[in-house]
């Protein structure tokens, strides 16, 4: 057999840890195999040749993409381009449908098979997309089980493989050591607060989250806050809301290190996003928040977008509000105050989302690599 040549495109730094552990996956397989396209650092230190960075790519909001559609739509016809001449065994789009579906459907055309990993999630919104996923795609691989017979009733082959975050937390946290690797006081209770990965969820969140410190410290005296930041410059414009507070509580910001804060916490307080997940996979009690700008918020009514009861992945796994989950105007600094405090001073509400929390992470954790290196494999050309 040749050597199998993989196009790769990822969108975002979750899509760059999904696409490394593919691509060592296929390399057990394969050892000799090439693999190129849009990467980040993970997929660079697994071998994968870059064509561009992922950071072309890491974009939020209706507003910042119509913005940057121009470029966008030039680099993805760079990528066709290029595949098109180099011919890939198999592409791999690794989330960010709103980019890759569309050079999908035209490498498809051209003969080149696909596969989609991470679903669209035509479950929460546009459930039209699945038409032209359908013309893009010869597979789609799941991370959550309740999506592969969403796709399959529409005729497109799907395959469950679980998550890889699963498998890599499968050990229980330890919260002592966390807390040490902050010089923390080992004693509780301490809230964690994440207001998200980019600058439009940080200012958004980043005062309420702030207004609900200080209401909480009023009535706890004895709660601290940690506050791990994604990227310095997160920590930076984080460092500037808090300096100007007028009323917030001492915060430790962290550089970084969310996994570790998440474990060192007794409650969070955070965004809607991956981070949920992580949360979860990591037995730490929640509340989410979540908050997009007017514009996309009324866009997303007037067109009928949101599909779901939930955004949160804890409460979308769950089937039921699993956490409290608070959107828009009801994500302010009383309530969210309020459901932390409950969560810090009742033992059985903390039981009752981690006892849940289990039994999710077992459903997930089914060594997702691997089985998505071999649903890969099958479709490579004998």
Known sequence: MATPRFALVAGEASGDQLAAGLIQALRERYPEAEFEGVTGP????????????????????????????????????RLYRHFRERRPDVFIGIDAPAFNTGLERRLKRSGIITVHYVCPTIWAWREGRVHSIRRAVDRLLAIFPFEPALFERHGIDARYIGHPLADELRQAPDQSSARRT?????????????????????????????????????????????????????????EQMLAAHPDAPPVKLVDG???????????????????????????????VAYAVSGANHALARVLRLLKTDYVSM?????????????????????????????????????????????????????????????????????
């Open 42 to 77: 993970r997929m660079e230190q697994a071998g994968c040749h870059s064509l561009a960075s992922i950071s072309e790519l890491s974009l939020f909001g209706i507003g910042e993409v119509i913005g940057e559609i121009p470029r966008l739509l030039a680099l993805r016809r």
């Open 257 to 287: 290190h969310a996994r570790e804060a998440m474990c060192a916490a007794d409650v969070l307080l955070l965004a809607s996003g991956t981070a949920t997940l992580e949360a979860l996979l990591l037995r730490t009690p929640m509340v």
């Open 314 to 382: 804890p409460n979308l796994l769950a089937g039921r509000e699993l956490v409290p989950e608070l959107l828009q105007s009801a994500a302010e600094p009383r309530t969210m105050g309020s459901l932390l405090h409950h969560l810090l001073t009742s033992a059985d509400a903390r039981l009752a989302q981690t006892t849940a929390f289990d039994a999710i992470h077992e459903r997930l954790a089914l060594g997702a690599n691997q089985r998505a290196a071999a649903a890969v494999a099958e479709l490579v050309p004998a």
């Open 182 to 238: 902050f010089g923390l006081d080992t004693r509780g209770p301490w809230v964690g607060l994440l207001p998200g990965s980019r600058h439009s969820e940080v200012t958004r969140l980043g005062p309420r989250f702030l207004n609900t410190a200080a209401w909480l410290k009023r009535r706890m005296p004895e709660v601290r806050f940690i506050a791990p930041m994604a990227t310095p410059a997160i920590y930076s414009q984080f």
